[in-house]
């Protein structure tokens, strides 16, 4: 069973950083995807970032440049470095540990960008 517990989400002024952080149960971290996702206000959850085992990653335009996703397989964690926050970053971010095409989700973590 896999369990994947988010920290790091807060509060923060237009401009600002935060670093998100996601901490794995289990053997199967080294092997996965893993990814953050991100749900704002009446909107989709959407693609923020992912990094795959070997350690490509891929960003949405809308973050690309501003955040930067990395993983520590011997800890079991993936972190998210924001920076140059902006208001339309507002959202609950979740974790995503993909493994044999099965998503595993966090609960969320929220991040609230005041302008």
């Known amino acids: 069973q896999v369990q994947l517990v988010e920290s790091g989400g807060g509060l923060v002024q237009a401009g600002g950083s935060l670093r998100l952080s996601c901490a794995a149960s289990?053997?199967?971290?080294?092997?996965?995807?893993m990814g953050w996702y991100r749900q704002g206000p009446g909107k989709q959850r959407e693609l923020v970032a992912v990094?795959?085992?070997?350690?490509?990653?891929n960003y949405s335009d809308s973050v690309k440049g501003r955040f930067t996703i990395s993983r520590d397989n011997a800890k079991n964690t993936v972190t998210l470095q924001m920076n140059s926050l902006k208001p339309e970053d507002t959202a609950v971010y979740y974790c995503?540990?993909?493994?044999?095409?099965?998503?595993?989700w966090g609960q969320g973590t929220q991040v609230t960008v005041s302008s």
């Open positions: 995503n540990l993909n493994f044999i095409a099965t998503d595993h």
């Open positions: 990094i795959t085992m070997t350690g490509s990653t």
């Open positions: 289990g053997s199967i971290f080294r092997f996965s995807t």
